[in-house]
């Protein structure tokens, strides 16, 4: 099956640096790597010219604000892939990241996976050199101390094999949060195209990135199943900027939800072509 690995990018060139290494490492090879930029910045234009040994696309616009959502509307009308992953540009996925995800693709069904939040300790010492992130993967044993870190969600970082026994069995007797990370999800393209992709008339909030796209895919009648400790990925750590969602954007999200417009009004028609 052929996949499209799209990555919503804002100038962070190092973290994606990182990130393509590790989609250079992945043990499922049949993928398209699409870098949605929100912005155009020439030296992230130099950098991705530059990366060999993938099969890389690049979408911009520009930046004028904070426009995830059509940045990733862009990555989609981009993407050739009969299968789409979405993840952020701060957030490293692990060698068996899209093998997880195909392994794990239904018809009719999303995948919410979830992230080892790494400390600003850590992070530092792989934007370095010092640390090799495929070296957290690998033994995770070692960065116990992770798990002492507020937040960390060290546990999620505990790699099961999805064709193993444990897996299937702890999703059996184990309730798990199947709600929409933005930063790891993953759908059939078609799906997401009938629902005319993500929602751009949020603005600057992050309701389009996961809590507007994850009613919309169980109104359509998607069932939603969690990927979590098999499609694993680090996010590296960095200042946070809260954006301020706003009672006019949750208010138009439950008005569309009691109407059941799943069906969003700004979306990929928005688009030259899909």
């Known amino acids: 099956m052929r996949v499209s690995v799209i990555i919503a990018v804002y100038k ?22 699409i870098i949605a930029e929100d912005g155009e910045n020439p030296q992230m234009k130099e950098y991705i010219e530059n990366i060999k040994d993938l099969d890389v696309k690049h979408t911009t616009q520009e930046d004028i604000g904070v426009r995830k ?26 060698t068996t990241f899209v093998e997880a995800h195909v392994v ?4 009719r069904t999303v995948l919410s996976g979830r992230r080892v939040n790494l400390s600003e300790f850590l992070t530092q010492k792989i934007n370095s050199g ?12 070692k960065y116990i101390g ?8 060290y546990e999620y970082g505990v790699y099961l094999s999805p064709t193993g026994w444990l897996y ?27 629902l005319n992709g993500f929602d751009e ?3 600057e909030t992050s309701l389009s990135d996961d809590t507007d796209l994850d009613w919309r895919f169980r109104a359509f009648g998607l069932q939603i199943k969690s990927c979590k400790n098999v499609a694993n990925q680090f996010h590296l750590w960095h200042k946070y900027n809260e954006r301020d969602i706003g009672i ?10 009691e109407e059941n417009r799943f069906v969003c009004h700004e979306g990929l028609n928005s688009h030259n072509r899909i």
């Open 168 to 194: 299937p069995l702890l999703s059996k007797f184990r309730k798990r949060n199947t709600s929409i990370l933005g930063c790891n999800f993953s759908c059939f393209r078609k799906d997401i195209v009938i």
């Open 12 to 33: 962070d060139i190092q973290s994606l640096s990182l990130i393509i290494t590790a989609l250079k490492r992945q043990t499922y090879k049949n993928f398209e790597v």
């Open 104 to 107: 794990l693709a239904e018809s």
């Open 69 to 94: 959502a059509r940045s990733q509307n862009n990555g989609i009308v981009a993407s050739s892939g009969e299968y789409l992953i979405f993840i952020d540009g701060d957030c490293v996925p692990y």
């Open 248 to 257: 006019f954007y949750w208010e138009k999200m439950i008005k569309n939800k």
């Open 130 to 141: 010092i640390v090799d992130i495929m070296d957290i993967e690998k033994r995770l044993y």
């Open 201 to 203: 008339g949020y603005g």
């Open 146 to 153: 992770l798990a002492f870190e507020k937040n960390s969600k």
